[in-house]
Structure formats: C-alpha cells, structure tokens
C-alpha cells in the first residue's frame, strides 16, 4: 500500500497557520490578563478614597462646634480658627503666619460634659487651673467630666487659646494640672475651658515603603495613618467677603456682639496684656472722634457677594489674633471661613499599573494601555454647619 505524506511546503504552511491561531488567541487573552489584573486594584483605590473621605468628612462637619455652656456657649469658630492651613497641637507645630495648601488643622468641642469657667486668673502661664462648680455636677467630683488624659482648650473672647493635655485632675478642689507646656497667656477669670478635638490632615512619605500616607495627627502625640497611596492632599479656603460688624445692645446692661470674631472692649478700656489701643481688638479699631469702633478687616468683595476664595497672601499678613506678640496668633481673616473644599487623590498601588505622563502623580513601569490605572481624584465640598454665622 502507498501512503502518501506532506510536503515541506505543506508542513510550514500548516505550521504558519497553527502559530497565526495561537497569536490571536494570546493578543486576546493579554488584555484580558492585564484587566483581570487591573480590577482588583481600583476596588482598592476606591476603598482607600472611601476611608480617606469619610474620615475628612466626619471631621470637617463638626469644625466650629463649640461649648453649651456659660458665656461662650455657641460656636468656638467666632474666636478661633475651626480650619486652618497649618499643622497645631503638641508635636511640632508650625509657626504663626504659616500657610500649606496640603495640610488642614481642625478644631472642635465634641458632645461632651467636660465644660468649664476659670473660677480665679491664672497666676502666671504655667499655673494650674480652677474652675468654678457647674450647674448639675457634684461639688466633690469638680472639675466634672474632665479626666486624666483628655486634651482641652482654654479661650477667652479675644481669641487667644491653648490646648494641652489633661495631666491630674483634684476633685473637690476643682483643679485641672496641665502638661508639662506653658499657655501663650495667663487667662483671666471666666475664660472657658472644655474638652476638644484637634486633628491634622498632611501627607507623609515614607521612602523606605516608597509610599505616600494620608495621617491624621490628634494634637497630642499620636500621628496615625488613614490611607496609603494618596499621593495628592489640597485645601481650598472660601469665606465672607464682608468684614464684621458690630451691633450694639437694644440695652445698656446688654452686651455688643458681633457677626463673628471677638468683640472690641469699652471705649475706655485698654488691656496692658496686648498691643491694641483702649477700646480695639484684632478685629475692630477705633478712629478719632467716632464713636463707633470700625473694622480692622478689609472687604474681599462687594456685600451681596457670595462667598469668595480665600488667597493664600490674605491669611498670613495680619491683622494677628489676639495680638502680634501672641506666641498662639494668627491671622484674623482666617475666622471669615465659611466653607473648605478638600482635593484627594490615589495612585494604584502597584508599580507596574501606573504609568507615565499627567494622568500619573509618580510614573510607574507600565507601558501597555491595557494594564494603565490613572490615578484617581475626588473633591469634597464641605460646609460645616458650626460656621455659618454671621450670614
């Protein structure tokens, strides 16, 4: 029997079209891969957005709050900054006039029993502090609801302020024992005091992990991070374009206010404790022959304007809360916030999905379409309801 085989040509040719088969079902299954790849990634990138978001969120809602209790019940935002482009608190603070655009401090007063008034002045900076028995607490267990441990804040209507770490607590006697951390001023009777919230937003590098972390910083001494890969924190500041006024009282015995900031002392009084002349503060000064102090602000637009983007250069020349030789001022127009828009964005977190050019913070090694993840960004728009005076 003959049995006839393949030529060489016909053998190449069948080896030609096996490999042709063979190429288009790898070219079909790369990007299958390289989404396969892909996907769980930006699940990940989306989760970290979601925490990063939800922390700032949770944070930048409660800004402002302020004490219930006794003369300065209401927003703490009228006296001192609720958000401000720099770091506070106990482990390294930036110095006054500083402005970053990635980095946001936040203060508040949570729900909280621990609220208070100086019973006496502080002798001098470094003194402890007693506080007057409160309506509703025990006499023994005054200074009520302050505990070992908590961080507090003591203001008075000028906008000078503190906080520091609560070190003892003396029952009875109504004593609060600070940290080790002298105050910028030795506060007066009737300065409030009440448990606080101060938290610092910043990004940090960590060059061994090659990783850039979203942390939060408690003003004390824990820096914790929130998310890894956030490669893009900034901070817009929009405000009252209007300077404050002031509205005196329908009665002699009343007291003036303000639409926000501190209000000016009498005509006749003059504080030897600051800078300012008789009758003016940061936020008022007072011209010959007029009865009526006028604002020491400057209008950043017309009256019925909206709210305007607060300029960097405006929040770090002054005029300085409580005063220019405060070692806590700052700048007096950074009470006029009224909102905070707070820029995020994530990178894939591994190297060989990012690429390079614009859509990518830091390029990676990536060079196929397929397996590209652009970074992603989001915007969180916040107007926090403790600082919506005024309006």
């Known amino acids: 029997m003959n049995v006839r085989g393949f030529t060489v040509v016909e053998a190449i040719v069948s080896v030609a079209i096996v490999m042709a088969v063979t190429g288009a079902v ?12 892909a996907q769980p990634e930006v699940s990940e990138m989306q989760q970290r957005l979601r925490v990063a978001v939800e922390a700032l969120s949770r944070d930048l809602g409660m800004a402002g709050a302020g004490p219930f209790f006794g003369d300065a019940a209401g927003p703490l935002g009228r006296y001192v900054p609720a958000a401000a482009p720099f770091r506070r608190g106990a482990l390294l603070p930036d110095p006054p006039g500083t402005f970053a655009s990635d980095r946001l401090s936040l203060l508040y007063v949570p729900v909280t029993p ?146 926000y900031g501190p209000r000016p002392p009498a005509p006749d009084v003059d504080d030897p404790a600051d800078l300012w002349g008789p009758g003016e503060n940061c936020m008022f000064v007072r011209v010959e022959d007029v009865a009526v102090p006028r604002p020491g602000l400057a209008p950043f637009g017309a009256a019925t304007d909206p709210l305007v983007p607060l300029q960097p250069a405006w929040l770090v020349d002054g005029p300085w809360c409580p005063d220019a030789a405060s070692a806590a001022r700052f700048d007096a127009d950074l009470l006029r916030v009224r909102r905070v828009r707070v820029t995020l964005r994530v990178e894939a977190g591994v190297e060989a999905l990012r690429g390079s050019g614009p859509l990518f913070a830091r390029p990676g090694t990536s060079r196929s379409g397929d397996r590209y993840i652009p970074d992603i960004e989001v915007a969180l728009d916040v107007t926090p309801g403790n600082l919506g005076f005024g309006r």
Request: charged fraction near 20%.
């Open 26 to 37: 790898f070219a079909l299954l790369n990007p299958a891969q390289g989404m396969f790849l």
């Open 114 to 259: 621990a609220q208070a008034h100086l019973a006496v002045a502080m002798a001098h900076p470094g003194a402890d502090i007693q506080v007057a028995p409160r309506s509703g607490c025990p006499p023994s267990e005054t200074p009520c609801g302050f505990e070992v441990g908590m961080t507090a804040i003591v203001f008075d209507e000028t906008g000078a302020h503190d906080t520091f770490r609560i070190a003892a607590v003396l029952p009875g006697l109504g004593v609060v024992q600070r940290d080790g951390r002298p105050l910028s001023k030795a506060y007066g009777r009737g300065a409030s005091l009440a448990e606080v919230v101060e938290v610092t937003y910043r990004l940090h590098t960590d060059a061994a992990a090659d990783v850039v972390r979203l942390m939060r910083y408690d003003g004390d001494q824990t820096d914790l991070p929130i998310a890894d890969h956030v490669v893009g924190l900034r901070v817009e500041y929009f405000g009252d374009p209007r300077p404050p006024a002031l509205f005196e009282p329908p009665a002699p015995s009343a007291a003036s206010w303000t639409t």
